[in-house]
């Protein structure tokens, strides 16, 4: 049997989806179309790439090794792609951003503004999330994030510095000089490794949690309400006269980041983005 792009692209699915669904997910297809590829995949080679089990699918040597395989080409081509993107000196076109809810809020779409005034021919795509994306696999273009350290292999330039605090609603301020009989607003499990989560649980070990959500929007909201206590960037809590700061330290401090991949940072577009956010910034 000749081999087929296809053919490895199902294997790396089924591997980096963890099984069948995930592959399925992952292609835009149904399972069982998974599962009937895979059969005939198999049948053709006469190669067992998948161990069928109860838990799930795992791979064998032979599947592993054609994932890899996979997974070089997939890098090279997009590796290719990032380079033929760069090449493009154009003051238009699409840029996809992905940042945060707050961060989109605060300043993204201001700077879209005059972007746009500017540059009328240059449209944007905003992917709003908590996760970190992948700029190497074109998740998307360029990330504008708050961040403690500048990702190794990303080029970019930090715009400004977010300070941050524990904020209530003013109802609560007799309540708030005893941090353990507070009822506490957190980041989500996703967001257990960020350095809100590190500084949230340095400043109270045990907390009592009544809420979690990974959106700085929905936390400062769920404050606002009087729901509970939460760290919130300083910018958004000190502009509302219903929430009070408790506690604040020099330490608890973001780099707000412009970031794009190497070969796409240099592009006309990117750049008048990136003044456009500067100059925002700066307001």
Same mark, same amino acid.
């Given at each position: 049997?000749?081999? $087929?792009?296809?053919?490895? @692209? &199902?294997?790396?699915?089924?591997?980096?989806?963890?099984?069948?669904?995930?592959?399925?997910?992952?292609?835009?297809?149904?399972?069982?179309?998974?599962? @009937?590829?895979?059969?005939?995949?198999?049948?053709?080679?006469?190669?067992? #790439?998948?161990?069928?089990?109860?838990?799930?699918?795992?791979? !064998?040597? =032979?599947?592993?090794?054609?994932?890899?395989?996979?997974?070089?080409?997939?890098?090279?081509?997009?590796?290719? /792609? &990032?380079? %033929?993107?760069?090449?493009? %000196?154009?003051?238009?076109? !699409?840029?996809?951003?992905?940042?945060?809810?707050?961060?989109?809020?605060?300043?993204?779409?201001?700077?879209?503004?005059?972007?746009?005034?500017?540059?009328?021919?240059?449209?944007?795509?905003?992917? +709003?999330?908590?996760?970190?994306?992948?700029?190497?696999?074109?998740?998307?273009?360029?990330?504008?994030?708050?961040?403690?350290?500048?990702?190794?292999?990303?080029?970019?330039?930090?715009?400004?510095?977010?300070?941050?605090?524990? /904020? +209530?609603?003013?109802?609560?301020? %007799?309540?708030?000089?005893?941090?353990?009989?507070?009822?506490?607003?957190?980041?989500?499990?996703?967001?257990? =490794?960020?350095?809100?989560?590190?500084?949230?649980?340095? %400043?109270?070990?045990?907390?009592?949690?009544?809420?979690?959500?990974?959106?700085?929007?929905?936390? /400062?909201?769920? +404050?606002?309400?009087?729901?509970?206590?939460?760290?919130?960037? @300083?910018?958004?809590?000190?502009?509302?006269?219903?929430?009070?700061?408790?506690? $604040?330290?020099?330490?608890?401090?973001?780099?707000?980041?412009?970031?794009?991949?190497?070969?796409? /940072?240099?592009?006309?577009?990117?750049?008048? #983005?990136?003044?456009?956010?500067?100059? !925002?910034? &700066?307001?």
């Amino acid at each position: 049997m000749k081999a $087929s792009w296809d053919s490895l @692209r &199902l294997v790396l699915a089924i591997v980096d989806g963890n099984g069948l669904s995930g592959a399925a997910k992952k292609l835009g297809v149904h399972h069982a179309t998974v599962l @009937r590829q895979l059969d005939t995949l198999e049948h053709q080679t006469g190669v067992v #790439l998948f161990n069928r089990k109860y838990s799930g699918y795992t791979a !064998t040597v =032979q599947g592993m090794a054609l994932a890899n395989k996979a997974r070089k080409i997939e890098l090279d081509v997009e590796q290719a /792609y &990032l380079k %033929l993107a760069g090449e493009d %000196l154009r003051i238009s076109g !699409t840029i996809r951003i992905a940042t945060s809810d707050f961060l989109s809020q605060a300043f993204l779409t201001k700077a879209l503004l005059h972007l746009s005034q500017s540059y009328p021919e240059i449209n944007t795509e905003i992917n +709003v999330s908590s996760q970190f994306a992948s700029l190497g696999r074109r998740d998307a273009d360029v990330a504008l994030r708050a961040i403690s350290k500048k990702p190794a292999g990303l080029k970019g330039k930090q715009l400004a510095t977010l300070k941050y605090g524990v /904020y +209530v609603h003013k109802s609560m301020i %007799l309540d708030a000089s005893d941090l353990n009989k507070l009822k506490w607003i957190i980041d989500d499990e996703t967001m257990i =490794q960020s350095q809100l989560h590190k500084w949230m649980y340095a %400043l109270i070990a045990k907390p009592t949690i009544t809420l979690r959500a990974n959106s700085t929007m929905v936390k /400062y909201s769920a +404050v606002k309400q009087g729901i509970g206590a939460s760290l919130l960037p @300083r910018l958004l809590g000190d502009a509302d006269d219903d929430l009070i700061c408790i506690r $604040s330290q020099d330490t608890w401090s973001l780099d707000i980041w412009f970031l794009s991949h190497s070969d796409l /940072y240099n592009m006309q577009r990117v750049k008048a #983005l990136e003044t456009a956010l500067f100059k !925002t910034m &700066l307001q």
